[in-house]
T-cell receptor, first 116, second 111 residues
Framework: EAGVTQFPSHSVIEKGQTVTLRCDPI?????LYWYRRVMGKEIKFLLHFVKESKQDESGMPNNRFLAERTGGTYSTLKVQPAELEDSGVYFC??????????????FGQGTRLTVV | LAKTTQPISMDSYEGQEVNITCSHNNIATNDYITWYQQFPSQGPRFIIQ???TKVTNEVASLFIPADRKSSTLSLPRVSLSDTAVYYC????????????FGSGTRLQVQP
């Protein structure tokens, strides 16, 4: 069974440019999460999808970040325009029905974003 | 969400048992305790999860006292490949389904 896949693995862009990160969750997982770790900081929650709906986007830092999950399958996270402080590793995770407490989440390898 | 406190780092030698304790004084009734492992350049990987008493799987054991204000991850006979960061997470009740990561414990296993 394929795990959570993220693309690209690395991205280097200039300040002001746009970058789109993609996450393919495990097939059948309705719950999809985005997290990120900026340099020297903890892994922070960004948002949570249940199928195609945003269940919780309280962790999104500002309106330069836009997440979508069309059709409830893969998800994209767009940063536009990118700023230096957006550099970090962006992780995606998926899990089965989130209404079941204590559900295990499966993480992707992450996308390392560097804004220069 | 309950805040967790763990040691920043630990050192061990191959073949030893390692116990990492996590404090979570504000754990809620519905909260589970989950431990993740993360290697460099990889995403976190689920190790074990429990609600109370003791849970054991092929990788680790998790000990949770009756008051549930702390938990201990036990790794039997560690090897060099167990060198990683270990995160204790508390939460995931029916109202909030997102994980909250703390700073984790960096375990270094020496030969």
């Amino acid at each position: 069974e394929a795990g959570v896949t993220q693309f690209p693995s690395h991205s280097v862009i200039e300040k002001g440019q746009t970058v789109t990160l993609r996450c393919d969750p495990i097939s059948g997982h309705d719950n999809l999460y985005w997290y990120r770790r900026v340099m020297g900081k903890e892994i922070k929650f960004l948002l949570h999808f249940v199928k195609e709906s945003k269940q919780d986007e309280s962790g999104m830092p500002n309106n330069r970040f836009l997440a979508e999950r069309t059709g409830g399958t893969y998800s994209t996270l767009k940063v536009q325009p990118a700023e230096l402080e957006d550099s970090g590793v962006y992780f995606c995770a998926s899990s089965q029905d989130g209404r079941v407490v204590g559900t295990e989440a499966f993480f992707g390898q992450g996308t390392r974003l560097t804004v220069v | 969400l309950a805040k967790t406190t763990q040691p920043i780092s630990m050192d061990s030698y191959e073949g030893q048992e390692v116990n990492i304790t996590c404090s979570h004084n504000n754990i809620a009734t519905n909260d589970y305790i989950t431990w993740y492992q993360q290697f460099p350049s990889q995403g976190p990987r689920f190790i074990i999860q429990g609600y109370k008493t003791k849970v054991t799987n092929e990788v680790a054991s998790l000990f949770i006292p009756a008051d549930r204000k702390s938990s201990t991850l036990s790794l039997p006979r560690v090897s060099l490949s167990d060198t990683a960061v270990y995160y204790c997470l508390v939460g995931w009740d029916t109202g909030r389904r997102a994980l909250t990561f703390g700073s984790g414990t960096r375990l270094q296993v020496q030969p």
